[in-house]
């Protein structure tokens, strides 16, 4: 966590925090009813269904950082810290908000395609 | 790069709705035929055995959501560099360009350069020569032929 000093020194824009957040939530949403489908497709039950989300989520996760973090922060190194304020945000960052939306078109799926 | 993205999730979605197809064309075969087998053997105890989805509808679908998600990740705007050290560097040398989304068109809230304050703001005013100057004009007794220039 950023202390009162060092926000002093580096002064970090707010409307940008604004929209990376933003956008990443978008995401997260929408790609959390997706992985819904797939995995109420799959039949999956309890924990697989579960793990299925963590796992694409997390790739989710890795393709925003390959595709939006890596080529802007390529050129100065600061990896994710040039977008986020801590590598956490985009790793973990969606996981819970994005649960809800998962179990209702999970559970729709699996009893449209096993009705 | 707005159609790539919009390609790739809709062939994505293409694969994932022929993929569910397929998954209830699964079940519905699956279940009449257990029921047919079941009232052939007329075993009472032939328990419902769990239909296991065959690996290429599996595949696919697991394919198809990887594909979406491709689509989805691509299409998302840039994200923005949250150090005002960076971010208004940026806003320096790439100008309204480096804001645009997939359109081509600049964003909404686009702010604008931060330091155009400081570029256009007035010089500094030299208020003592001014007030020097309005001291004599007043002592030459204020007509306003004698107006001096400021």
């Not at chain 1, 949403?29 to 694409?56: C, D, H």
């Not at chain 1, 801590?86 to 790793?91: R, V």
């Amino acid at each position: 966590m950023l202390t009162e000093r060092e926000l002093q020194i580096s002064p970090i824009v707010h409307e940008s925090v604004v929209h990376n957040t933003k956008t990443l939530t978008t995401l997260h949403n929408l790609t959390a009813s997706l992985f819904g489908v797939g995995a109420g497709i799959l039949g999956l039950e309890s924990y697989l269904g579960f793990l299925f989300y963590l796992a694409f989520s997390l790739l989710t996760s890795a393709l925003v950082y390959v595709f939006r973090v890596l080529p802007g922060s390529a050129k100065d190194g600061a990896g994710t810290k040039r977008y986020f304020r801590g590598s956490m945000e985009l790793w973990t960052g969606g996981l819970v908000e994005g649960l809800s939306g998962f179990v209702l078109t999970w559970t729709l799926f699996y009893g449209l395609v096993r009705a | 790069m707005t159609w790539l993205s919009n390609s790739i999730t809709g062939l994505g979605l293409l694969f994932l709705a022929h993929a569910c197809y397929s998954a209830h064309e699964h079940s519905a075969l699956h279940s009449t035929s257990t029921a047919s087998i079941s009232s052939i053997v007329s075993h009472g105890t032939s328990a419902p055995t769990v239909a296991s989805l065959p690996l290429d509808i599996s595949l696919e679908t697991i394919v198809a959501v990887f594909t979406v998600c491709l689509g989805l990740v691509l299409g998302t705007p840039e994200l923005r560099p949250i150090q005002w050290r960076v971010w208004a560097g940026k806003i320096e040398r790439e100008g309204e360009k480096g804001f645009m989304n997939g359109d081509g068109q600049t964003d909404k809230d686009y702010v604008g350069n931060p330091f155009k304050v400081l570029e256009s703001r007035p010089g500094f005013i030299d208020i003592r020569k001014q007030r020097k100057e309005f001291a004599e004009w007043v002592r030459e007794g204020g007509g306003t032929s004698a107006a001096p220039k400021s």
